[in-house]
């Protein structure tokens, strides 16, 4: 009962590099979201996908990309990292949006340093 | 776009006494309000959450109201134990979620 991973756990970058989070869930999970969570803040939604194939932007997409080639996973694409960026990711997923009360699974965040 | 405002960002409280956490949305279409605890290390998870259909909803020692006219909802934690510390999120949703700032709750035994 994995539920949704995250990899990696801990990352620094440096301004301009790209890297690619990574995140899988096995519990064939429709939508799966991206959040970032500054200090002191709560999470902003980054990017979601409803499906296979589709993805759509949240708050605050800018400088971000991601894909959803297959159900089990949703990467998350930093091309040039900015301090900016500095942030825990968190991916989660849930069967049905989650506006319908279904339950969210968090994966257990990336905690990302550009520098 | 929804905005969330939660209060207040820290709170200790003695164990055994209640902790209340209080948030505003600006949405009216907002329907859906959950509530998330983020333990050190962890990603959220939800504790207990209410529809705009329902003004009062209860689990155990945890409970959540709603205020659809004043657009207010606040989280109520009774008989707290030092596990109960950590952060709380609150959330609106309607087509998307927003989520509040955080509440660190400390419960000192």
Redesign the interface.
């Known amino acids: 009962n994995a539920g ?1 991973t995250q990899t990696p756990k801990f990352r620094i970058l440096k301004i301009g590099q790209s890297m690619t989070l990574q995140c899988t869930q096995d519990m064939n999970h429709n939508y799966m979201y991206w959040y970032r969570q500054d200090p ?6 980054i990017y ?1 996908s409803v499906g296979a194939g589709i993805t759509d932007k ?2 605050v997409p800018n400088g971000y990309n991601v894909s959803r080639s297959t159900t089990e996973d949703f990467p998350l694409r930093l091309e040039l990292a900015a301090p900016s960026q500095t942030s825990v990711y ?1 991916c ?1 997923s849930s069967y049905r949006p ?4 279904d ?2 699974f ?4 990336t905690r990302l340093t550009v520098v | ?1 929804e905005n ?1 405002e ?1 209060h207040p ?1 820290t709170l200790s409280v003695q164990e055994g006494d209640s902790a209340v956490i209080k948030c505003t949305y600006s949405d009216s279409a907002s ?2 309000f ?1 509530w998330y605890k983020q333990e050190l ?6 504790i207990i ?1 209410i ?1 705009s259909n329902v003004g009062e909803k209860k689990d155990q020692r945890i409970a959540v109201t709603l205020n659809k006219t004043a657009k207010h909802f606040s989280l109520h934690i009774t008989e707290t134990q030092p596990e109960d510390s950590a952060v709380y ?1 609150c ?1 609106a ?10 509440t660190r709750l400390t419960v000192k035994p």
């Open positions: 949704v002191g803040m709560g999470l902003k939604l979601y949240g708050e968190f989660a989650l506006r319908s009360g339950l969210a968090f994966g257990q965040g | 776009g969330v939660q960002s329907n859906y959950p290390g962890k990603g959220p998870q939800l959450d529809r999120f959330a949703s309607y087509n998307d979620m927003r989520f509040g700032a955080g």
